[in-house]
T-cell receptor
Framework: KAGVTQTPRYLIKTRGQQVTLSCSPI?????VSWYQQTPGQGLQFLFE?????QRNKGNFPGRFSGRQFSNSRSEMNVSTLELGDSALYLC???WGQGGETFGSGTRLTVV | AQSVTQPDIHITVSEGASLELRCNYS??????LFWYVQSPGQGLQLLLK??????LVQGIKGFEAEFKRSQSSFNLRKPSVHWSDAAEYFC????????????FGTGTSLTVIP
């Protein structure tokens, strides 16, 4: 079966712009989580959506937001981009709490 | 506060040698425990997980991990390392009650020398 698909794979944006990242979970998975990975901070939890509702939220500013659609696909939006937002953004999906399946990520570079 | 500690930032082992990667956690109650592996430029792949029951957990690629409640540890082991095991390894915990919010350790980078 298809894995977790994240698009785009690479993205270059300018400071102050906004960006939207997309994640298509494994078919049947209702939970989608987002993580930010940087060399300095490591892997940090952004938020989790389950059945279109945000179930958990990490400690990130309000510039980071997300949503989930009825087909479980999820988008993450970052507004007013800062240089420090440059990171690998990982999406993960799961059916329950059995351990998440991660996508290959979107590499965002802010210049 | 929840935290996961991986004391070894980088480990180098010879191919065929045994491997142990350490993981300690701080959590209010016994969480779910996981080990993931990440190859350069890739996402994370689940190696194994502990929910309950037998404290010795078998995973993919010949890896195993042992949960020790008294030490709050969940160390990853492999009896004989292959060159393809070179990667970054992450230990993670998640609450049993609040959905899929994972806390990750800082990772251990594994180098395998021939």
């Amino acid at each position: 079966k298809a894995g977790v698909t994240q698009t785009p794979r690479y993205l270059i944006k300018t400071r102050g712009q906004q960006v939207t990242l997309s994640c298509s979970p494994i078919s049947g998975h209702r939970s989608v989580s987002w993580y930010q990975q940087t060399p300095g901070q490591g892997l940090q939890f952004l938020f989790e959506y389950f059945s279109e509702t945000q179930r958990n939220k990490g400690n990130f500013p309000g510039r980071f937001s997300g949503r989930q659609f009825s087909n479980s696909r999820s988008e993450m939006n970052v507004s007013t981009l800062e240089l420090g937002d440059s990171a690998l953004y990982l999406c993960a999906s799961s059916w329950g709490q059995g351990g998440e399946t991660f996508g290959s990520g979107t590499r965002l570079t802010v210049v | 506060a929840q935290s996961v500690t991986q004391p070894d930032i980088h480990i180098t082992v010879s191919e065929g040698a045994s491997l142990e990667l350490r993981c300690n956690y701080s959590y209010g109650a016994t969480p779910y425990l996981f080990w993931y592996v990440q190859s350069p430029g890739q996402g994370l792949q689940l190696l194994l997980k502990y929910f309950s029951g037998d404290t010795l957990v078998q995973g993919i690629k010949g890896f195993e991990a042992e949960f020790k409640r008294s030490q709050s540890s969940f160390n990853l082991r492999k009896p004989s390392v292959h060159w393809s095991d070179a990667a970054e390894y992450f230990c993670a915990v998640a609450s049993r009650n609040t959905g899929n919010q994972f806390y990750f350790g800082t990772g251990t980078s594994l180098t395998v020398i021939p």
